[in-house]
Nanobody, 125 residues
Framework: VQLQASGGGSVQAGGSLRLSCAAS???????MGWFRQAPGKEREFVGV????????DYEDSVRGRFTISRDNAKNTMYLQMNSLKPEDTAVYYC????????????????????WGRGTLVTVSS
């Protein structure tokens, strides 16, 4: 599975961006997640969507500001980011957890099997 993330850029605080992640293949029981890594920090969970049901989960600091959606026909996941803050500045990565059966959402990086190259989001104050 190959993943291509896009849509990063520079924005002022309070602004919005939408990231996209296109997958070469995605299966109904898979999960797709967004993660981010700020300079000098470890990569962290942002949110996830289950491909079949569309169930989502978000990290507390982005809940209510970020929304994950997917387009099944295009094998593409989106991350709509609103009310951006300087602390949202990071390289954002998308990933696929290649589960073969219905599985509870897991925020851990280690359970994700495929990763895309990141896209940089810079939020200025």
């Amino acid at each position: 599975v190959q993943l291509q993330a896009s849509g990063g850029g520079s924005v002022q605080a309070g602004g919005s961006l939408r990231l996209s992640c296109a997958a070469s293949a995605i299966f109904s029981q898979n999960h797709m997640g967004w993660f981010r890594q700020a300079p000098g920090k470890e990569r962290e969970f942002v949110g996830v969507i289950t491909w079949r049901e569309g169930n989502t989960d978000y990290e507390d600091s982005v809940r209510g500001r970020f929304t994950i959606s997917r387009d099944n026909a295009k094998n593409t996941m989106y991350l709509q980011m609103n009310s951006l803050k300087p602390e949202d500045t990071a390289v954002y990565y998308c990933a696929v957890r290649a589960t073969s059966r219905r599985t509870p959402i897991n925020r851990g990086l280690s359970v994700y099997d495929y990763w895309g190259r990141g896209t940089l989001v810079t939020v200025s104050s």
